[in-house]
């Protein structure tokens, strides 16, 4: 007894079904994991950079549309905090203006504050400066400078008319410096003819001026400090459209203020006379540089970006110490001016090629630029945003100006949270590919011990059944197999088992077989014995039978002295039957001085077509002793004797038949049969169709109809062959044909033989021809030769 477990142990090996099954089944597996995996990871990787791609557009895209937004929110910032200054001072000049336009309430406005508050307007001479000032403690400083000042060294009396008229200052602009943009000090500047400075809040100006300025007491004001300034604004009286923009406020470029010692920007608002053709003086507010480089330097973008405030000549007029040094600018103050002291930081003249190069003429969106940092270069997003126009003094006439506004940003900082998206995708990206690699491996695991598992339960039966057969080919008919699987392996351990049992069954009961099948087969020996017995008495009755057939074919045969009876003719024959009983037929009939020669062929040869033959010989003489001369009335009468008999022993065979007869002077062909052959005595040879003097013999009942004769020169010496088929039928060991041509050939050859010789040595030339090739047909030859 065997079982597969026992049979499926033991190493694999590589020939076998089970590595087969295994190399085929996990390659095709392994195959498909990798294919799959590799198209998973593939795809984790192309996801994982297009997620990048997107992530970096839609950040790149945001980061720029951030800083545009931070751009524009702190142009409108700085735009509005310059609308708040416009604003204020507007008011100031709207107030000092009403006061000029309506002199006799400026007249009662000046003397009710002159009582209210004599300081505002009483005024003493400094002998130091030569100018008269008005004592501190009051809401406003009103200096008078020296050329104002009558020989009295007291103010002119229209002088004094404007101290009391401007002292309404301390009425506005307490409140004006309290509430809306945050001012350095608010003042009024009179004409040119009278220009007295009044200022609030109160501060040491002329003493100031005297220390910074010298020689500030012996010019004109506007000429001094602002030159340019007033003719402009008078050029603006005259008329409006000469105003390079829209409005009457005028700003100054950046300058160090005298009194507070800051950068600041002053802005103007001029009064005019009350029929406006001409300046009455001016109306203004100072704010710091502070005010707007707070609202600049609070840019910040990213971690270091930073935002710079510039004029559009390059000049910068707010940024921070970072941006200043990251810009590559060169602080350096203006002193060649008379009155106020500029701030000269151009970004033209930046340390950083890519900054003096930035175009200021025009906003151009988002730039990118390489900045110079310790060596290196960094690379740097700049956007560049003009503030609305205005009106600017420098020096010299009013001119449009239109600060701008940057917003520089390192792009690493704006990139910051693109690197930070795209290291969490890369990291995600590497985590699924590391879990993938890990899910794939764990299948190639799961998968291979599947397989292993697989191949030992479907293979175990087979290399049970290997196994079994093998012990069954070493004649161990005791071994079974136990396959417990119910699939085509379980059916075939059980269709072994029964034929292991078949086997052992019939190999036990082997001598009981042998001997049962000894005596069955001697049971057969012996019926075969019988039979065999029978079947040789058969064959020699019928070897008896074809004997006396062939004795009496043979015996109806012309004999010798028969052919020798024609003392004109001379005649010769042979025949040679392919087998006991020939089919041919030839005779030789005298009756009187007539001769009827006769050749036939009978279909297929044997007892039967000798029997036919007889059956012709017969009839035939019978015929000719019946004195029948009529060659065709000769024919008819024996095909309807044979037909007759044909009938009645229903023989399915018939004959070709011809007849010569010779009367010693005419010799008649009759009858169908093979070509006659005549060889003149010249040589000549004449070959005679017989196809059209009959039909073959016993195929109809009357062939009367069917029967011609031809009349045949034969001269002396003339020889005539007669012939059947089985002469040019006869082939050679290559299957090549005797052939009526050779026959002719051999004729003339032998013409001048005796009929004897030629039928002998024709008949010896066909049979070297045939050789020992086996003769098929019956032979036959006559030759007649005229003496």
Request: charged letters at 25%; proline letters at 3%; a negative charge.
């Amino acid at each position: 007894m065997m079982d597969g477990k026992s049979l499926s142990k033991g190493p694999i090996r590589l020939g076998s079904f089970r590595a087969k099954f295994i190399l085929v089944v996990g390659g095709a597996v392994l195959f498909d994991l990798l294919v799959s995996g590799g198209l998973a990871l593939w795809n984790v990787q192309r996801l994982s950079r297009d997620a990048t791609l997107e992530v970096g557009q839609g950040l790149e895209a945001a980061s720029q549309e951030y800083i545009r937004t931070y751009a524009d929110s702190t142009a409108a910032q700085v735009s509005l905090l310059l609308r708040q200054v416009h604003s204020d001072v507007s008011t100031l000049a709207g107030v000092l203006q009403a006061q000029i336009d309506d002199p006799a309430r400026n007249s009662d406005v000046g003397a009710a504050i002159a009582r209210t508050s004599p300081g505002s307007v009483s005024l003493s001479y400094d002998q130091t400066g030569k100018w008269s000032q008005n004592a501190p403690g009051s809401v406003s400083v009103v200096s008078v400078w020296g050329y104002l000042l009558g020989q009295d060294q007291k103010p002119r009396p229209d002088v004094e008319t404007d101290i009391q008229a401007s002292a309404v200052l301390d009425l506005v602009a307490p409140s004006l410096l309290q509430h809306g943009a945050s001012k350095l000090q608010m003042y009024y500047i009179g004409s040119k003819e009278r220009p007295i400075f009044r200022t609030a809040p109160y501060t040491d100006q002329a003493q100031t001026f005297d220390r910074l300025y010298p020689g500030h007491n012996e010019a004109n004001f506007w000429d001094f400090f602002f030159p340019g300034l007033y003719e402009s604004w008078q050029g603006w009286a005259k008329d409006m459209k000469t105003r390079p923009v829209a409005a009457d406020i005028t700003q100054t470029a950046p300058y160090t203020d005298a009194i507070t010692g800051k950068l600041i920007v002053s802005f103007f608002h001029p009064l005019w006379t009350a029929d406006r053709k001409d300046v009455a003086g001016t109306a203004g507010a100072d704010i710091t540089l502070d005010q707007l480089a707070q609202t600049v330097e609070n840019v910040k973008v990213a971690q270091s970006g930073f935002g710079f405030l510039a004029m559009s000549d390059g000049n910068v007029v707010a940024i921070n110490s970072t941006g200043e040094k990251t810009l590559g600018l060169r602080s350096a103050s203006d002193a060649s001016g008379t009155g106020v002291t500029g701030l000269e930081r151009s970004l033209k003249g930046s340390a950083q090629p890519a900054i003096a190069k930035l175009a200021l003429d025009r906003e151009q969106g988002i730039q990118h630029l390489l900045l110079q940092q310790d060596g290196n270069e960094v690379p740097y997003i700049v956007i560049v945003k003009k503030l609305p126009a205005t009106n600017l003094w420098v020096s010299g006439p009013v001119r449009q100006e239109a600060m701008l506004l940057g917003v520089v940003v390192p792009e690493r900082e704006i990139d910051a949270s693109l690197y930070a998206a795209q290291a969490k995708i890369s990291d995600a990206t590497n985590r699924i590919v590391l879990y993938q690699i890990l899910a794939i491996l764990m299948s190639l695991l799961i998968v291979t011990i599947a397989v292993f598992a697989a191949s030992k339960r479907i293979t175990g039966g087979i290399s049970a059944l290997a196994g079994a057969a093998k012990r069954i080919q070493a004649k161990d008919y005791s071994v079974r197999v136990a396959i417990t699987s119910k699939d085509e392996v379980g059916e075939a351990g059980e269709a072994f088992n029964r034929m292991a049992e078949e086997i052992s069954y019939h190999t036990e009961n082997l001598e009981q077989l042998v001997e049962e099948r000894t005596a069955q087969i001697e049971d057969a020996k012996e019926e075969i014995s019988t039979l065999n017995a029978q079947l040789q008495r058969e064959n020699r009755r019928l070897g008896t039978e074809l004997a006396v057939a062939e004795r009496i074919q043979l015996m109806v045969l012309p004999l010798d002295q028969e052919l020798e009876e024609f003392q004109a003719l001379e005649i010769a024959a042979y025949m040679r039957p392919a087998e006991e009983v020939g089919g041919d037929y030839y005779d030789v009939l005298k009756n009187g001085g007539r001769l009827k020669i006769g050749i036939g062929d009978v279909t297929g040869h044997g007892l039967e077509s000798g029997v036919l033959m007889l059956m012709v010989q017969s009839v035939a003489r019978a015929l000719q002793e019946a004195g029948n001369t009529d060659a065709v009335k000769f024919l008819t009468d024996l095909n309807s004797a044979l037909f007759k008999n044909i009938v009645r022993t229903k023989i399915d065979k018939h004959l070709t038949l011809a007849f010569l007869d010779y009367d010693g002077k005419e010799m008649i062909l009759s009858g169908q049969h093979e070509e006659v052959v005549v060889v003149r005595a010249n040589g000549e040879v004449e070959r005679i169709d017989t196809m059209d003097l009959g039909i073959p013999i016993g195929l109809e009942a009357d062939i009367s109809a069917f029967i011609k004769t031809r009349e045949i020169a034969f001269e002396k010496g003339d020889l005539i062959l007669l012939h059947t088929d089985g002469v040019t039928e006869a082939e050679n060991d290559a299957g090549e044909l005797f052939g009526i041509e050779r026959l002719c050939r051999e004729a003339v050859r032998l013409k001048d033989l005796s009929a004897e010789k030629v039928v002998s040595e024709i008949v010896a030339t066909l049979m070297l021809f045939i050789g020992s090739q086996k003769i098929y047909d019956d032979i036959t030859l006559l030759a007649v030769r005229h003496r």
